[in-house]
């Protein structure tokens, strides 16, 4: 029993109402990039990386898998992809070849945003050993960083500038989008059989994550660091969307977790 009903609406329109709400604030700060944006620059670049999968063809309901380490990029197609109402599926960063091809079959992913690679773990040459022949339903790979791939979109390239018109049709998308209709695939950790892709919806995330913020009492002055991979429910829903409901400062100290990096980051974005 609670006073506080639970929240009937969408990521994306959330996400609009807080980044109205608290424009000037920073909302993401990532130290190892020199990412530092507010809640408006990052509805901004949300907007028109929604529009860039619009563009590539990706359809309410289409799976768009992610394989990266914690970056900014991640958090900007976490809330694209909501916006755009595709389906977004979390790839463990430590996944290897058989645990790949595994996941992107599984749940039929149209699209693959990945790294170029973590550690030791050669992102690009996996993906090139399984696609396009063993992975039938993936249409296209969309690769991070600088450097150019043959057969793959790169990630920096597909944001323009937003016009009217294309605000438009991303509202007109967004706005046929139900707060039950499904948004993420976690898989589960395997440890006593295969994975499960759990399939969440707008209303898991959203409440979970607004019910533990008010748990912890944030508010749009606090910062949190988050270390904690983001592609399982800490870093994405408790952490990200977490501070995104109550209009805080998310803080993205690393790729994974380092103590020094960490500390770091904490007393160089601390409030004053």
């Not at 022949?133 to 296209?140: A, D, E, F, H, T």
Request: glycine share 8%.
């Amino acid at each position: 029993p609670a006073d506080q009903p639970l929240i009937g609406s969408t990521i994306g329109d959330m996400f609009d109402a807080m980044a109205a709400a608290h424009g000037d604030r920073e909302a993401l700060v990532v130290p190892h990039q020199d990412v530092r944006w507010t809640y408006a620059e990052l509805k901004q670049k949300v907007d028109e990386l929604a529009l860039a999968l619009m563009r590539l063809g990706l359809d309410p309901g289409d799976r768009l898998g992610i394989w990266s380490p914690n970056c900014a990029e991640w958090v900007l197609t976490q809330f694209a992809a909501a916006k755009a109402g595709i389906v977004l599926v979390n790839i463990n960063p430590a996944y290897l070849r058989d645990e790949l091809a595994y996941a992107l079959t599984r749940v039929e992913c149209s699209a693959l945003i990945l790294a170029p690679r973590f550690k030791k773990i050669d992102y690009i040459e996996i993906l090139e050993s399984l696609w396009p022949g063993s992975v039938p339903s993936l249409r296209m790979a969309i690769r991070l960083g600088p450097e150019r791939t043959p057969g793959m979109w790169n990630f920096d390239e597909l944001f323009r500038r937003a016009s009217p018109a294309d605000l438009a049709c991303l509202a007109e998308r967004s706005a046929g989008r139900q707060f039950d209709d499904a948004i993420n695939i976690q898989f589960t950790s395997g440890t006593t059989g295969t994975p499960k892709g759990a399939t969440l919806t707008h209303h898991n995330v959203l409440n979970n994550a607004f019910f533990v913020g008010e748990a912890l009492h944030l508010t749009p002055d606090d910062r949190i660091c988050v270390p904690v991979p983001l592609y399982h429910c800490f870093g994405m829903v408790i952490g990200i969307l977490g501070c995104m409901t109550h209009g805080a400062t998310i803080v993205l100290p690393g790729e994974s977790f380092d103590a020094l990096s960490v500390l770091e980051s904490v007393q160089a974005v601390r409030r004053n």
